[in-house]
C-alpha cells in the first residue's frame, strides 16, 4: 500500500487566491512526521512545513498552513495569497518513528504540480 | 550557513560505466540521505548514512553503493549503468538526532544523471 497518497497530479490557482494540495497518509506507527516540499523546475527540493504526529495545533509558517486531520490521516498543505512564484511541483512526505527498514526513510507522494496564472 | 552541496550537477555516462556523485551536507547534520528521482517511479529511497554507517538501505540493487566520511560528506557510486539509472539523485541532510520524526531532511541541488 502507498503511505503518501496525492490524488492530484495537477492544480490552477489565480494569483492571490488560496489553494488547498491534498495528502493522505498511511501508517500504523504512533509516532511519524509529515513534510511538504516544494520543487521548482530547477530540481531542488525545498522544505516548507513540518507537522508531528503528536502536535495539537495546525502548524503554520507565513504562508503555508497544515490542515492536519488525524483521525483521517489526512495533511492538507494550504498556500495563502498565492504568488506566481509557487507554481511548482509540491510534495507531501513522512518519516516513521519506528525501528528496522522503516527507520527515518522519507516517503513521498507522486506530487501535485501547482500552476499560479496571473 | 550554506545548504546542501552536490557535484557535479549534470553528468553523462553510457552504459556500463560506473559514476561517483558526492555530496557535502549543512554544516552540523551527521545525517545525509540519498534519493533517486525518476518520472516513472517518482522518489524513491536509496540509503542513509550517520556517523559514517549505513543505517538504512531502500530495495536497489548492489550496484548502488555509499559512503559518509569522517566529515560527513558523503559520496553515492553507481557501477556498470543502466539506461534505467538515468535520473536525478538528490542528496539530503539533517541532524540526525534521536527522534527522528522531526527531523527534518534538507536537499541539495541534486545530480541529474543521464545514461546513454
Redesign the interface.
Known sequence: AQKITQTQPGMFVQEKEAVTLDCTYDTSDP???L?W?KQPS??????LI?Q??YDQQNATEGRYSLNFQKARKSANLVISASQLGDSAMY?CAM???GRG?T?????????TQLTVWP | KAGVTQTPRYLIKTRGQQVTLSCSPISGHRSVSWYQQTPGQGLQFLFEYFSETQRNKGNFPGRFSGRQFSNSRSEMNVSTLELGDSALYLCASSLGGPSVTTDTQYFGPGTRLTVL
Open positions: 509516532s511519524y512526521g513534510f516540499y530547477s530540481g531542488e527540493m525545498i522544505f513540518y508531528g504526529s510534495f518519516r516513521e518513528g527498514s527507520l527515518g526513510r522519507l516517503y513521498f507522494g507522486r506530487g
